[in-house]
């Protein structure tokens, strides 16, 4: 048996490292380990492919082997690419011949498998069994893309990271995958053993003795996918550092995405010189998990960021959060993926700017408050995807009034007839595909 893992970050080849280590992938006798790496990026080529970066080299021991997707499949770019259907089996005769695979069975193990390059693996492997797995929030939320049968009938699990314990993934759930966590332990240990390399470039950037810092933000580069323009979120980023100050610190460090410009900081830099706070600015690829275990701040402040809830569930970091309202309000559209994180996020954190910070989360409970609305939210999110749902997400919109037009959209709640939303006016109704075409039926029983 041959297993093949894709990964496109360095996250991603840690969770799935941290699943073999757990024995999710069966024993190692028996089977050849392939990892392949892919870069997405817009311009890949001016990036770091992950096998390149610090601390690769404390997971490569679990594989056989390691491949470059971009470069197999050059000039053509992953994240576009995928084969033409008559083309598929040609496309395995070429991978099987290129990597030495033979005529031996092959299991994948991937990412999002609604995008490519999942989607185009999973393609040109067209009889293999597939494990699908997901290293944040989004795989609490609903599939957004439809999934061919012939590709989710393959779908075995989906391995996820347990960020809200006892919260149910609905990732492919429609189809009746089942989700499977991997263990906190598992993947702590492999974060820390990626983060020792890490360190010394960590600690270089840190001011000596009782200076250090004792909160963390996190920048996110949200201006890039078209949530917030770039000013919106500088002042984003400099909300939080008030935040940060009105809670007691003196001391910040500041974690921006690793592809926003280098003069995205000046404004905080300026704003951090006005209230008195000495800021730290972390440009070197450190994994923000590498902070959080080597600094142990005090406190850690986002806005929806995944690596919020991996500093409550992995390190017990007290978290809170800036700016959702203004997100969710300006999210579209509604099916967007980005709207689950936000919503858990929003629902289950602290506001900074608002709210007593600086006590951890209680992540024992968390789930049962959780549950129903995320659940709602999936549900106005893919309707038809998941009907079962229907009677909880009535239940919870009639009972939570008040949340209406924070999570959900009064046009999404009228057109799904649910509490909340307006009157159905004729005019709509006549418009509306299915009522047409059952009204055709009527007529033509009729004559």
Known sequence: ??????????????????????????????????????????????GTPLDRMAGFEKLRPEFDAVHSWNEFIYPHHPAGWSPRAQDASLWEKAVRLAWDLGDEPVEIACESIQANPSRAVAEIFADSPIHVYADGLMSYGPTRNRIPHGMSSRIARVLHLDLVPG??????????????????????????????????MLAGHLPDGPQ???????????????????????????????????????????????????????????AAGDLGVRLTVLRAPVLAETVFDRLRPRLVIGCFSTALMTAAAFYGIPVARVGTGTLLDRI?????????????????????????????????????ELGPLVRTVGYCMQARKHPGLRAEAEA????????????????????????????VRAEALRRNPTVRRVARRIRAAQA
């Open 212 to 270: 250090r810092p004792t909160a963390v933000l996190l920048g996110q580069y949200l201006s890039a996918i078209d949530l917030i323009t770039q000013d919106e979120e500088e002042q984003l980023h400099i909300r939080m550092l008030r935040a940060a100050a009105a809670a007691g610190h003196e001391s910040v460090l500041f974690k921006p995405h690793p592809s926003a410009p280098a003069g995205y900081t000046d404004s905080l830099e300026g």
């Open 396 to 423: 919870w919109l009639t009972a939570h009034p008040e949340s209406h037009a924070r999570y959900f959209k009064k046009r999404r709640l009228t057109s799904l007839r649910l509490p909340g939303g307006g009157p």
């Open 1 to 46: 048996m041959i297993q093949i893992f894709f990964s496109a970050t360095q996250y991603a080849a840690a969770t799935v490292t941290a699943a073999i280590r757990a024995g999710l992938f069966g024993p190692r006798e028996g089977r050849r380990r392939i990892l392949v790496v892919s870069n997405t990026a817009t311009v890949p080529e001016v």
């Open 332 to 368: 579209t559209p509604y099916e967007n993926s980005n709207r689950i994180p936000l919503t858990v996020i929003d629902a289950a954190l602290p506001d900074a700017e608002r709210d007593t910070l600086g006590e951890p989360l209680e992540l024992d409970v968390l789930a049962a």
């Open 167 to 200: 919260l149910r993934p609905l990732l492919l759930s429609e189809y009746g995958v089942e989700p499977e966590a991997v263990p906190n332990e598992a993947i702590v240990e492999v974060l820390a053993e990626i983060g020792a390399d890490g360190a010394g």
